[in-house]
């Protein structure tokens, strides 16, 4: 999948992002703190959400995207306005949990498939493909509706491709036990392709295909030449039978119970157990799991994606941004000035914000510089004529 162009309102809280064209490989938000950079990747990943059939008070959406397969969609809408049930805005009343009342309606939405139009949909009316449908609920939207046709499965087959913030490695004991024994893969495409979270797919990877965790290991061993060797298991022994076991441990157990991400350094015989590794090797490993175990033709969503990263980790990192050999298509904010001077400004995305407004300008709308020594001294000018942040 590529975002093309995207366009995107909050009616409830009167935040907006005007239409932007996103670049299909790399996308590096910058600008200042408050600008709006977070909050357009978390309105992308809403309308993961929104295919997905959840419903999210006053939004107002416009999106264009081009499968993996060369189609191109255009698929735009709007949810009706509920007040908050409460004065101080909780997630609830944000994303709707879509049980009872508390559902909030699509006004209209229209999907278009290479400029045809698929769906057509009013409060009164759904067409599809011209025809009228029967009564269908109001709180879900067409890519939910019709995910089963032919023509609309693609769009929420390519959302369900979106990553959002992945650098966490977090196991849980629910799922644990599927993981290790109900998933069975037949290939590494498969797990590639199935929508379970990257720390999943990394202990899937570990236990089931060990060449693959090797590339992904050795690369983590170029990045911190310190560290001889790295795995991710149990503190003690556990057979496939014994994980049931977890289920019913407390949680204070179950913290000790689950597999851990484990390194050891040259010259040492002991293993350093997360959480004793720091957060930068986590986040590194993390990334590298991404972008060997997500979908060719995935959109990678990261903010802030510096934190917790030393100058060794954001070299390497950073080069494996630029060089894409999987079609993932990157959007990242960052405020570092390592990052900023060594991506391009032709990847630049450059975010301002007046009132409850978010635009998202090219480097070449300000004419900076190709340079990039100047270039950044041009984006820190530009910045400082947009001083507004969220209040």
Not at 147 to 168: A, C, G, S
Request: aromatic residues 8%; charged residues 25%.
């Amino acid at each position: 999948m590529k975002l093309l162009k995207l366009s995107y309102q909050d009616l409830s809280s009167g935040l907006s992002i005007d239409s932007c064209e996103v670049f299909p490989d790399l996308n590096l938000l910058v600008g200042i703190s408050g600008a709006g950079k977070t909050s357009i990747l978390k309105a992308i990943s809403n309308l993961k959400r929104i295919a997905n059939g959840e419903s999210i008070n006053g939004v107002k959406w416009d999106v264009e995207l081009l499968t993996n397969d060369h189609v191109r969609y255009h698929w735009l809408g709007e949810f009706e306005v509920r007040k908050a049930r409460s004065l101080i805005k909780i997630e609830e009343d944000e994303v709707n949990s879509n049980d009872g009342e508390n559902k909030v309606s699509i006004i209209r939405e229209t999907l278009l498939k290479d400029q045809e139009v698929l769906i057509a949909r009013n409060q009164e009316v759904i067409e599809f493909k011209h025809s009228k449908t029967p009564k269908l609920p109001s709180y879900l939207s067409c890519i939910e509706l019709f995910n089963q046709e032919e023509d609309v499965f693609p769009v929420r087959q390519e959302f369900n491709k979106m990553v959002f913030n992945p650098l966490k490695f977090n196991i849980s004991s629910s799922t644990l036990d599927k993981i290790l024994r109900d998933y069975e893969y037949t290939s590494l495409s498969e797990l590639q392709s199935s929508q379970l979270p990257i720390s999943d797919k990394l202990l899937i990877t570990y236990k089931k295909y060990p060449d693959t965790f090797e590339i992904i290991k050795r690369k983590f061993l170029d990045i911190f030449p310190q560290v001889e060797d790295l795995k991710i298991e149990f503190l003690e022994p556990f057979k496939l039978g014994d994980i049931g076991m977890l289920v019913s441990l407390t949680p204070i157990f179950l913290l000790e119970d689950l597999p851990r991400i484990q390194i050891k350094e040259k010259n040492s015989h002991v293993w350093i157990v997360e959480p004793n590794i720091s957060s930068g090797m986590i986040k590194s490993l993390m990334f590298l799991a991404t972008i060997k175990l997500s979908p060719d033709g995935s959109v990678i969503l990261i903010d802030e994606f510096e934190n917790s990263l030393g100058v060794n980790c954001l070299d390497t990192l950073t080069e494996d941004l630029l060089v894409n050999y999987r079609d993932l298509q990157f959007i990242i904010t960052s405020h570092h000035p390592y990052i900023i001077n060594n991506i391009s400004p032709a990847y630049w995305k450059i975010v301002t914000r007046k009132g409850g407004v978010i635009q998202v300008h090219n480097a070449a709308d300000f004419h900076i510089s190709k340079t990039r020594q100047k270039a950044f001294i041009d984006l820190i000018n530009v910045l400082e004529e947009f001083p507004q942040g969220i209040s």
